[in-house]
């Protein structure tokens, strides 16, 4: 995605797919064993209440049998990119913290993080999440492992809806490996897409209702508000005059 970035200005599902169709050395992957572990199945599902979620994403990758003595040579890795849709936002910040727990082999939020503003006034953002996949993982599951990716995710502040919510919907996100193999040669390694090997989005589609304000109540909201401004002010200078007074008499009777 910094490659990407550094390419595009903004993010379009057309430039991405053009850069990956361009960028992926897919050259170097016909180099490698056909015994590779594949991405067999995707699943998402949106985890929590409220407006800070868990988008978790479950990978299972498929190992054909014959190929088991020789994944000690393998050294693989899953990176998932999650294109966020404008309504929801990464905290780079929170992710870090996972970072340093050893929760992720690597983490990047990429495009829009200004965590204040509201959905109408920003744009796309991207996670990128690494996931070390090695040796002893794949060859403690003989069936194929599973990796689960939970992203902690949060809703910006919609714009006014006469249904009382706004409706944020998930894409699939993209899978991509990248392995290496040590042997007599110097070390190969390869990125490359393996949805192609019949991954599939088992959940449907992900979809995020989140409370918006109604355009009906737009004008009780804010009389309501106002009133309550003007009650807050009243009482602060009530304080106010009132405490200024009882500090001389408090002084006085102390002389």
Not at 45 to 55: P, T, V
Not at 67 to 72: Q, Y
Not at 227 to 243: D, E, G, K, R
Request: include cysteine; aromatic fraction near 8%; charged fraction near 15%.
């Amino acid at each position: 995605m910094e490659s990407y970035h550094g390419e595009y200005g903004s993010l379009l599902d057309s430039d991405f797919q053009d850069f990956i169709a361009r960028g992926l050395p897919s050259g170097l992957c016909g180099m490698l064993p056909d015994d590779l572990p594949r991405l067999s199945v995707l699943q998402q599902n949106l985890i929590g209440e409220g407006s800070h979620r868990l988008l978790s994403s479950s990978i299972r990758l498929n190992i054909e049998p014959k190929s088991l003595t020789k994944l000690p040579t393998h050294s693989c890795e899953v990176i998932l990119i999650e294109r966020l849709p404008i309504g929801v936002f990464a905290d780079p910040f929170e992710l870090q913290h996972l970072l340093q727990r050893g929760v992720f082999n690597n983490i990047a939020v990429f495009g829009d993080t200004n965590l204040e503003l509201p959905s109408f006034l920003s744009n796309h953002s991207v996670v990128e999440v690494h996931m070390d996949v090695g040796p002893n993982l794949l060859i403690s599951h003989k069936n194929g492992p599973y990796i689960n990716i939970a992203l902690p995710l949060h809703a910006r502040y919609p714009p006014l809806d006469a249904s009382g919510y706004s409706r944020v919907k998930f894409g699939a996100p993209d899978v991509f490996m990248c392995c290496s193999i040590e042997g007599n040669s110097p070390n190969q390694s390869c990125l490359f897409s393996p949805t192609g090997d019949g991954a599939e989005l088992g959940s449907g589609e992900i979809v995020w209702r989140i409370p918006a304000g109604r355009k009906t109540h737009a004008e009780v909201v804010s009389i309501v508000t106002f009133i309550s401004a003007i009650v807050s002010t009243l009482f602060i200078v009530l304080a106010s005059i009132f405490y200024s007074k009882a500090i001389p008499y408090k002084t006085l009777k102390q002389s």
